[in-house]
């Protein structure tokens, strides 16, 4: 357990971390620094804190209590106008003929060939007013690109908007001390337009950590260090620590990184996804036609979950590790991690369909050498995603 001296804030200082203009600082950047982040990454053209210490530490900060994420990169897309029903489902493969106002839904969005450019969250703020919550990947020209040329009424930009995360099993807790007793009503994939003391907010019952969980929007990025503190504050006698999204439970929930353990060159079947293609429903999307006719044909490749036996990775793997069968490639690992709480080596790979049975014995060729595998189901923790949902 975290010793509580080390949750008071310190003076931010980011003379040794070497920023640029060129990349985007988010409206809670000074509050992390303060809050102990001490490493960053890039996730759509903004730095994203990816270390605050242990990540182990930070995985059981998650699983047993809650953290509050600067998830800001998660940038929106905002789609409005007479049109914006009739455009936004032409960006996506899943039907959302009945998307209410107040859902938010898992999409996937596909180019021409069916390969995956994003795979966000879509929020239905009214009739004419939708969000795309990005993933890695430029949507915003793509969208300005297709809207140019399809012939709708529809204004699309990126709005001021910053969501935080808070994942946990104590999250609820603290948002109902935060907010009030409306969130326990709060459905799984719902959200609500709310304030607090004045900052105008967006909250939705998602996130990026297969346990229960909220998304903070901010509407007034000028109100992003008031707003991380106010919630620090609140959440301090209910064990909310600062922290980063978990390498370790995203791959034990099987969630996709985007860049990672899908691409351009990704298609929705290759990676189990085929509930969210509606190639056989009456609604017009990109990729329609190339859909159909991936499903119609099978895939010859197929994203698989594997347990690789060797000594306790010491942290995610950093390029993709060559997999064989009977001596003859089939495939790479895209994402591999030490899970504590299972006390395995746990991956994600994209395989040759014929390597992707459950049992199939592999080799990975991991950065420690050549280490036995076997295929596994996946999610390897709570498949049903109870925690979530529940």
Not at 88 to 115: F, H, P, W
Not at 209 to 238: H, Q
């Amino acid at each position: 357990m975290t010793n509580s001296s080390t949750l008071r804030p310190r003076q931010a200082d980011t003379a040794d971390f070497g920023f640029g203009t060129q990349i985007r600082k988010s409206p809670y950047f000074d509050a992390t620094v303060r809050w102990g982040a001490t490493g960053f990454s890039t996730y759509n053209h903004m730095y994203i804190p990816r270390d605050f210490g242990d990540p182990e530490q930070n995985f059981w900060n998650l699983v047993n209590e809650a953290i509050l994420c600067d998830v800001a990169v998660e940038r929106q897309v905002e789609i409005t106008g007479p049109d914006a029903a009739r455009f936004t489902q032409l960006l996506t493969c899943r039907d959302l003929s009945t998307m209410k106002v107040g859902q938010c839904k898992y999409i996937l969005i596909t180019n021409a060939e069916g390969g995956l450019l994003n795979d966000p969250v879509l929020l239905r703020l009214a009739e004419d007013h939708f969000w795309i919550s990005l993933a890695d990947s430029d949507i915003l020209l793509w969208a300005q690109g297709v809207a140019t040329h399809a012939g709708m009424d529809v204004s699309i930009c990126e709005p001021d908007v910053s969501p935080l995360q808070l994942q946990g099993p104590k999250s609820g807790e603290i948002m109902t001390a935060l907010f009030g007793d409306w969130i326990e009503e709060l459905a799984y994939y719902w959200l609500r337009e709310t304030e607090l003391d004045g900052i105008p907010l967006v909250v939705s019952r998602t996130g990026w950590s297969s346990e229960l969980g909220y998304e903070i929007f901010l509407r007034d990025g000028s109100r992003g260090d008031e707003l991380w503190e106010k919630i620090m504050a609140v959440g301090a006698p209910l064990g909310i620590k600062p922290g980063h999204t978990s390498s370790i439970r995203r791959i034990e929930g099987a969630m996709l990184s985007y860049h990672a353990d899908a691409t351009i060159d990704t298609n929705p079947f290759e990676l189990g996804l085929d509930r969210l293609v509606a190639v056989d429903n009456a609604v017009d999307f990109i990729g329609k036609d190339a859909l159909r006719r991936i499903r119609d044909e099978g895939v010859t490749r197929k994203q698989a979950g594997i347990v690789i036996e060797m000594e306790p990775l010491t942290g995610p793997n950093t390029t993709f590790w060559p997999i064989t069968a009977g001596g003859e490639r089939v495939g790479e690992v895209t994402s591999a991690v030490w899970s504590p709480r299972l006390a395995q080596n746990i991956a994600l790979a994209m395989v040759r369909i014929d390597a992707a049975e459950v049992g199939t014995a592999l080799t990975v060729e991991t950065n420690q050498g050549s280490k036995a595998a076997t295929v596994v189901e996946k999610p390897f923790y709570d498949p049903k995603k109870s925690l979530a949902s529940g």
